[in-house]
Every structure is written in structure tokens, then in C-alpha cells.
T-cell receptor, first 114, second 115 residues
Framework: DAKTTQPPSMDCAEGRAANLPCNHS???????VYWYRQIHSQGPQYIIH???NNETNEMASLIITEDRKSSTLILPHATLRDTAVYYC???????????????FGQGTILTVHP | GAGVSQSPSNKVTEKGKDVELRCDPI?????LYWYRQRLGQGLEFLIY????????KSGLPSDRFSAERTGESVSTLTIQRTQQEDSAVYLC?????????????FGPGTRLTVT
């Protein structure tokens, strides 16, 4: 799986949009971009994923650049409960046990303050 | 429905003892994963089960680590002759399987402390 690079930490004011960048310049054509987050003392939680089109769900939006070398996770109205470590993961598509695991980096610690 | 459950939630053991950690995946999920998270670190993949396929054991750090899964149900992770460096939170996740793209649902983890 391709390597990802994220800033180690970011701050955001409550109610504002949080924009978390991720660089994945070595991504290949069959690799998806996934975002998970981990709130303190809990297991990771899936947020969103995409291949090349922008995606939106009830939690967040994912913007992937046209060359797919970077992406941004957007939390449109951050709350204090969004304080967590956010992981950007690139994952290859395919069946069988060669393709299932997630490779977590260090992630971005997002702190939402009042 | 119920999420992924793990037991025990905390385990303290003496160096050299064996431990067994249990994971109950979400019903109907054919894929099951074990990860380890040391204090202040990201998650490390350990092992992945998908249906009746041979498991991906590529992440197991040594032969002291093993895991089994009963059909598409419960899994146990066994650590033999525990060492202090085995202290970590052990996380289990399950997913609907298939292409490997389905989102993984994580349990709360088992915090293992080796004294």
C-alpha cells in the first residue's frame, strides 16, 4: 500500500470547518483513500473513503485532487467531540487475505477548542 | 445490532505467562482483524481472517503470537511467554469482507500489561 504523509497536529475552533490534508503521492490506480479517526481510549472509527471522485456522507467530505496525489478530509462544523487522531490510509482493492489489512501511520491529532 | 466485543477489557499478567484475548465480531461479518497499539503509537496489523481462506499472518511479530478463528465467529489471540514489550492495547475489527474494501468496525480493545 502507498505511504501517506499527514501533519502531526492541527487546531480548529468549534463550529468552524476542519480541513485535514493528506499526501499520497505514490498512490496507484487501484488504491482507495480511507479516513479513520480514533477518539482517546476508543477503537478507530471509519469516516469515509473514495477512489477519485469527491465523496460526502453524514460525517465528512473527502476531496481528492485530480492527480490523486493528495486529499483533504473536511469536517464542516467541528465540535469538541471531533477531537481525535485522524488517520489517512491508502488501501489496494482486491479479494482474498492479501488486501484486507489497514496500514496506519501516525495520523493527525486534531484538537477542537471552544 | 451489537458491535465488536472484546474480552477481557484489561489484563495484567506476569512476564513469561501465556494470555488469551477474545474477540466477538459483528454477526455476519466474514472478515476479522487483529491489531496492536503500543502507548502513543499507531496501530500495527497482526493477522487477518477472511472466510475459509488461509489467514494473512504477515503482521505477527514472533512465533509466540498465534490466533485462531472458529468459522466466521469468535477469534482468540494467544501470546505465549509474554514479554514486557507485549504490553499494548490489542484491537479486534470485523468487516463484511469480500473485496477487502469494506469498512472495518473496531472493538474497544484489550489493554494488556506485562509486569
Amino acid at each position: 500500500d502507498a505511504k501517506t504523509t499527514q501533519p502531526p497536529s492541527m487546531d480548529c475552533a468549534e463550529g468552524r470547518a476542519a480541513n485535514l490534508p493528506c499526501n499520497h503521492s505514490t498512490i496507484s490506480g487501484n488504491e482507495y483513500v480511507y479516513w479513520y479517526r480514533q477518539i482517546h481510549s476508543q477503537g478507530p472509527q471509519y469516516i469515509i473513503h473514495g477512489l477519485k471522485n469527491n465523496e460526502t456522507n453524514e460525517m465528512a467530505s473527502l476531496i481528492i485532487t485530480e492527480d490523486r496525489k493528495s486529499s483533504t478530509l473536511i469536517l464542516p462544523h467541528a465540535t469538541l467531540r471531533d477531537t481525535a487522531v485522524y488517520y489517512c490510509i491508502v488501501r489496494v482493492a482486491g479479494g482474498g487475505t492479501s488486501y484486507g489489512k489497514l496500514t496506519f501511520g501516525q495520523g493527525t491529532i486534531l484538537t477542537v477548542h471552544p | 445490532g451489537a458491535g465488536v466485543s472484546q474480552s477481557p477489557s484489561n489484563k495484567v499478567t506476569e512476564k513469561g505467562k501465556d494470555v488469551e484475548l477474545r474477540c466477538d465480531p459483528i454477526s455476519g461479518h466474514t472478515a476479522l482483524y487483529w491489531y496492536r497499539q503500543r502507548l502513543g503509537q499507531g496501530l500495527e496489523f497482526l493477522i487477518y481472517f477472511q472466510g475459509n481462506s488461509a489467514p494473512d499472518k504477515s503482521g505477527l511479530p514472533s512465533d509466540r503470537f498465534s490466533a485462531e478463528r472458529t468459522g466466521e465467529s469468535v477469534s482468540t489471540l494467544t501470546i505465549q511467554r509474554t514479554q514486557q514489550e507485549d504490553s499494548a492495547v490489542y484491537l479486534c475489527a470485523s468487516s463484511r469482507g469480500g473485496t477487502g474494501l469494506n469498512e472495518q468496525y473496531f472493538g474497544p480493545g484489550t489493554r494488556l500489561t506485562v509486569t
